[in-house]
């Protein structure tokens, strides 16, 4: 009787000893698979980084040695989807004109004329979205002080908590969702009309534009020697997983102005 209890528990010990290692295994078996699958992935967005800098310095090269955007091969705002495979990475690139959009920082010197437009642009995206905006004039001066090295609106203190306005220019268009009276709902409306590069001027392009800014910037043209920025975003593609590039280009002068790791603004 005693043999067969010690024997029942040597049983029972034998089999806690393999579960424990059978555990074990499938815990190390795990962690090497996650650990294959996080390098893999990381693989994945650095070489997906490479090929994009690399299509990037293509792109630029193409645009510097255009003259403006009429030799460009497409008639729109936005290029057609531009498809290619590098080591058997499907890429999608697309470009947007930014002359087809208001530079909000021609916004920051508290010209009355660019402050009427963009005032105008602002009302007109309210009536023709249905969305809630805020009042295109009290918006317009609203973004000017943002951006103004010598004014820190009080408004801006009495949040919670308390915050400082920028007193710089904008990098990015959806910095506009920090100024006092904007809403997400307003931003989504406003987005595919406004943009943010480093000029004091914002020309847009009558021909290609939208009907809405044909309207309402009419009568400001983009000029022979205006600036013309491009905004080029790639897609890298590794089965299910995507990998986003979003660069703002100087196009005549074949500079990178801006360079982000992530899908492009609206």
Known sequence: MKRQRQQGVALITALLIVALAVTAAVGM??????????????????????????????????????DGPDDLIWDTCLSPVLPFEVDQVQ?????????????????AGGDERQ??????????????????????????LAVSDWMDPETDDAVYQLDIPPRLSANRTMLVA???????????????????????????QSPIDLERSSDLMQEVFAEQGAGGD????????????????????????????????LREQTACEP
């Open 91 to 107: 890429l999608q690139a697309t470009l947007d004109d930014m002359r087809c959009r208001f530079n909000l920082n021609a916004l």
């Open 174 to 200: 959806s910095e506009l969702n920090a100024v006092s009276g904007m809403t997400s709902e307003a931003w989504q409306a406003l987005a595919p009309y406004v943009t943010a590069y480093p000029s004091d």
């Open 29 to 66: 078996a795990m962690r090497g698979q996650a650990d294959i699958r996080r390098s893999s992935a990381v693989f994945e967005r650095d070489l997906s980084r490479e090929i994009a800098l690399g299509a990037e310095k293509m792109v630029l090269q193409i645009l510097e040695q255009a």
């Open 226 to 257: 205006a600036p013309w920025f491009m905004r080029l975003q790639i897609v890298a593609s590794f089965g299910e997983r995507q990998f986003y590039q979003c660069t703002l280009l100087d196009a005549p002068n074949g500079k990178v102005v």
């Open 115 to 140: 402050l009427a437009l963009f005032a105008q642009l602002v009302d007109r995206v309210g009536r023709d979205s249905g969305v809630s905006m805020p009042p295109g004039s009290q918006l317009a």
